[in-house]
């Protein structure tokens, strides 16, 4: 056992003879040996990829669509109420026939995410009940702008990729915002194409999507179908 | 009056509460939240929700032991008795299990759907739940499950599947303003609340004619069953997000709003609102508690119409007219540009200053300073409607300075009120809720019984618009002739099919202590307002003015009115020293003219300039003869609004609208009801526009700051003695020439005006306009219920729909006076109670009537 010094660090042994004399030139030891190795410095932004980050980074957000492509987003502001920063503006809006953007009566029609206030902590994730909003790893976010920093829908919003059918559309025929909740709705229907085809010729996701309605042939559950628990005696007046 | 008190215990807590007080009052009393949905305060107990079950035991037996009731009872339908004791969910484990187990019950139809629910945030349901629910459900079923959301008037949504059955809303239509739009649907686990809907209901026409002998068959515009002036107060009341409100519908969430409380502007009961506006606009208003007036509810009006404020033709910048157009220009321009209009008019022919009835009492004292101390004129008028000089004399003599007169509580309370030229439910807004809570016997001089009378059980004592000076007259007459029944108005009631039991009870009771009511519409009755003095004198009723705009009675009090000077004075009355006090000279100028006149002068040219300020020319009696003066003079505006503007207004000065201002209105009581400030705004008041055309034309006069008129009043205190009261006789009533009616027109409590500009969900709520008339004259016509019927003069023609009106007076039609279709004064240059022609439709084949 060692005696205990002055020093600072209680766990620290005395040095002996040698370790004393060599001590001042330890150090360059390291140096030596990082001569011969590696730099790890990423020149980033300047050179190479882009550093990837961890799975769960909380990077910018993303408004999540239905598989049909429909927002999942519903306007309800509780993102807005759990952020504790400040940072997010919701306005709601109806869905009218002619502007079917969400599954339901009520859709996000203004969404802004001011990442000059956002400190990335994830509440809004959590507060989000249809699972519209979640967060991507993406973390370049920055600008000369302060404008530019307060990101709207349009931005926020996910790419309709995988055949969805970009919003304003209906809903999949004889579907609830029940099933779209319950992932009864796989993809865009034949209905749902040929309405967008019949506004909106030109729409980029058009193609995909046709593909995708002739692939699945409409909902995974047709209309009418019972829904997975054994139906109970249907109330008069019930109707859906 | 004390009232007589009882003792009991509440969880532990000994306190003494009046008789009769119920379980859940007393609760309050002792600072205890018992959980409710159905109870509502200003509503009779039904205990439908079963939300507020507690432990009661009462003392029973001849010895007084206190014995507990086998179940727990419902808080808000039981009565405090003496020695009770009640153990609320807080002290007892039994209340506790039976409020959760209500609440989970509740719970079970429920959607859940709090996300898209705009009740989400200031939810009872969501609140109690969290407080008094189970955390789980063990309900693992199907939900019953309804489309949505059924419209069940254009501005109110219902989401069944979100209701709890408390029957609030069904309780209120019945029990507050008898509007029975909405009512329990179905039974047992089907039970819903509903407007009739025959697909709802499975309802067979073939079945018979099963529809109830409603009220009065109002429709809206679109043909459905008009649901009532207070419909909207039952989207506050319910407890849940099953009653929403179109106009507000996914607008915001509570934790956005900012609220103010705040008064609303659109009638002179100045009812208490709450303003909820977010990022610098208001989207929803809320009813405020105001014992005193509307108790906890609000008109439609002054709910759903204050997107005037913002409306598109809203002024934002300053206008000079150059080259004859409007010209956007900066403030010191337009004010030195207003300034050398009135220096020029000043020193020609004169200025008249038209100020409108919208305004605060701030602004209405700053018009009248800067007429009489500034423009050293006395032509102001603030009535921009049917008037007349007795009136203005009616307004000095008896209600300019008189401070808080009859108040709304003591009217409900009086023995019986009669309503003359005045309509208590379009004209007076929530003072009709107030009376059919109290039960108050009324009577109204009307040529028909009007919906509100209907539905307060009043007596109408018909007469023809004109007829009522006679009237008033003889019933003055028959209460001085000491207790004679037989007297003129007894004798005249029988000539004139008036039931005359109805009179002498009516002369009774205001001798008794009753209450005349006038209303804005005698101004048009030669003799009337002498009469209703006369009468109120020699019945010992008293008598209050109650005018249709929240800014008339502040505007009487500022002076604003021709030889009516502030606090009361008049011009040839006021103390010489109080003259230099307040106006710098000896005598306040004098001899002015009012609206009429100084319209008809300045068509002619004996005017040079205008400064008008809130004025909407089709609410003037004439407005073809405003339009000619307007275009003809030069004319200053201080205007929120005006598209109109562009014709004629010569300099436009945009001001502030209510909710971007601070100030004080004076409701028809005589109350002070300040306001403040709701919104940022940088448009200026108008008294602080009028004060820098002050500063510019050079004079030292301060009135723009907003306590000043307070201190002016306070300062002048009360006058010594009162102008002389009106004393024009009636006028007899003309004879009609074949194919003539005379007119009765009145303003429907919502209609085309500025007020609900920009509304579309509550003037689609509206009444629809309908012509009216009695049995008789629509059979000599040949027309009949549902026909159309065109009223004419030789300046235009309204054709509208016609409801006859059982028990109505003969040769009188009935117009809204400016409903969609149906603009009295604009179109035919009438007003209540000229004479017009009648036809039956012209389009009609072969019905021409030209006798």
Redesign the interface.
Known sequence: MSKKTGTLDPTRREKGFLGTGVAPWAGFGVTLRTFFERPVTEQYPFKGKYPPPYPRYHGRHQLNRHPDGLEKC?????C??ACPADAIYV????NTPEEQYSA???HGRVYQINYLRCIFCGMCIEAC??RALTMTTFYELASAQRADMIYTKDELLAPAAGGMLAAPHPMAEGATDDDYYAGRVSGPTSQQVEWVERRRPDDPTLPTAREAARAARGPVRPPGAP?P?P??PE?????? | MSAEMVTCVIDGIELEVEKNTLIIRAAEQAGIMIPRFCDHPLLKPVAACRQCLVDVASPAGPEGKLRAFPKPQPACAIAVTPGMVVNTQLTSAAARTAQEQVAELILINHPLDCPICDKGGECPLQNQAISTGRPISRFNDKKNTFPKPLQLTPQILLDRERCVLCQRCTRFAAQIPGDPFIALQKRGANQQIGRFDAATLGYAPSCGEAVDEAVDDSVTPAGEPFAGYFAGNVIQICPVGALTSAAYRFRARPFDLVSTASVAEHDSNCSTVRVDCRRGAVLRRMAGDDPNMGQEWITDKDRFAFRWQVAADRLRRPQVRVDGALQPVSWPVAIAAAAAILREAQAGTGVGVLPGGRLTLEDAFAYAEFARRVLGTDNVDFRARASSPEEAQFLAHHVAATGVGVTCDELVAAPAVLFAGFDPEDEGGVLFLRLRAAGTKVFSLAPFASRAIKRLGGRTIPLAPGAEAQFLGELAESAESAESAESAVVESAAAGARPAADVVELREALRAGGVIVVGERLATRPGAYAAALRAAQSTGARLVWIPRRAGERAAVEAGLLPGLLVGGRTADAVERDAALRLFGRERPPAGGMDLPRMLAAAAVGDLDALLIGGLEIADLPDPALAQVALRRTKVVALQVRGDELAEWADVVLPVAPPQEKTGTYINWEGRLRPFPQVLTSTAPSDARVLQAITDKLGYAVHFARVGKVHEVLEDLGAPEGRPAPPNRPAAAASPLAAGEAVLSSWRQLVDDAAGVAEEPYLTASSIAARARLAPATAEALGVTTGDVVTVSTARGAISLPLVVEAGMVEDVVHLPLKSPGSWVHATLGAADGSVVRLTASPAGPAKEEDE
């Open positions: 519903v306007g309800c502001e509780l807005a109420w306005e709601a809006g109806a339901g009566e009520r009940p249809t829904p628990r139906p109970l109330l008069e007046g019930g109707e859906r």
